[in-house]
């Protein structure tokens, strides 16, 4: 069994593995959706972009809805793997991060996730392992058709941005029912935690090709501890809804990953229920 833990509790080798792992993934292991064009890693970033726009984008829609939590907790776990086996190292889990930049807390070091985007030089990211410089981290998919090959960032200049605090993260979690309105668990978090995190960030991570910026997983897997955290929570509150009669959006629905006509980007597949138990898909939290 798997078990992710926050990234200030990785010891350092823990945290070289990752990045390791992260950086074969991105030049050593070839695309499944694109074999010679792109990596494996690029893989994960068109999925999350057809998830959202494009000519080959599928549906149902997995963000601003219900499918929010089990679609993105396959994509995930499918990334885990993926690591692992890129690698060659089982030990290696996805970390989380809580959004805290202080001391320990901060993923963003030159021996982690490396920097801020240098504004004087388009946002680019300069320093850590994912600097364009270093020349092991080449973007390749945008929202458009080209873009930029080089990680940016730009903390905190979308100023209707922030970092979710721990009040907040403990003012959504007494949220109820799961879904749907305004004031339901799903809509909070992904409204008022997800969101605005994504877009303090800027940069890569403001795009529909999130993933670009690793960073992506760690805030990912932290929005997936909290859903673990809510259903603790209130453990006499239905885990998931709607329960039946969603089309394509019930405990029953298919999660979809790519349009029909697309390469599956992995062979498994899943359906909502199988991923309210994390202990069924092979990890849990630490």
């Known amino acids: 069994m798997d078990t992710r833990i926050s990234h200030h509790k990785m010891s350092q080798q823990s945290k070289s593995d990752f990045i390791e792992a992260v950086l074969l993934l991105k030049n050593s292991v070839d695309s499944k959706l694109n074999p010679g064009r792109q990596s494996r890693y690029d893989d994960y970033v068109l999925i999350h972009k057809n998830a959202m726009m494009g000519p080959d984008m599928f549906m149902p829609m997995p963000h601003r809805g219900p499918l929010f939590f089990p679609w993105h907790r396959v994509l995930l776990r499918q990334f885990e793997l993926d690591l692992q086996a890129a690698a060659g190292k089982t030990s290696i889990t996805l970390p989380y991060w809580d959004w805290s930049l202080a001391g320990s807390d901060n993923p963003f070091t030159d021996d982690f996730l490396g920097s801020d985007g240098d504004r004087s030089q388009s ?13 092991k981290f080449e973007i390749k998919v945008w929202d458009a058709a080209t873009g930029d090959p080089a990680l940016r960032r730009d903390f905190g200049d979308d100023h209707t941005a922030y ?21 339901s668990w799903e809509v909070t978090c992904e409204g008022s935690l997800h969101n605005p995190v994504h877009r303090w960030i800027g940069g890569n991570m403001a795009d529909a090709t999130s993933p670009n910026d690793p960073v992506f997983f760690l805030h990912h897997c ?21 329960a039946t009669g969603g089309h394509g959006l019930d405990l029953a629905s298919t999660l979809v990953y790519h349009k029909s006509s697309r390469t599956a980007p992995w062979s498994p597949t899943y359906t909502v229920k199988q991923t309210l138990d994390t202990t069924s898909l092979g990890y849990t939290y630490g």
Do not use: C, M, R
């Open 123 to 135: 946002n680019h990211v300069t320093s850590g392992p994912f600097a364009h410089s270093a020349g």
């Open 163 to 183: 970092l979710p605090t721990s009040s907040q993260v403990a003012t959504s979690l007494a949220k109820v029912p799961y879904s749907p309105g305004p004031g």
């Open 222 to 242: 932290y929005i997936d501890y909290l859903w673990e955290k809510w259903k603790t929570q209130h453990p006499t509150t239905a885990p998931y809804l709607p």
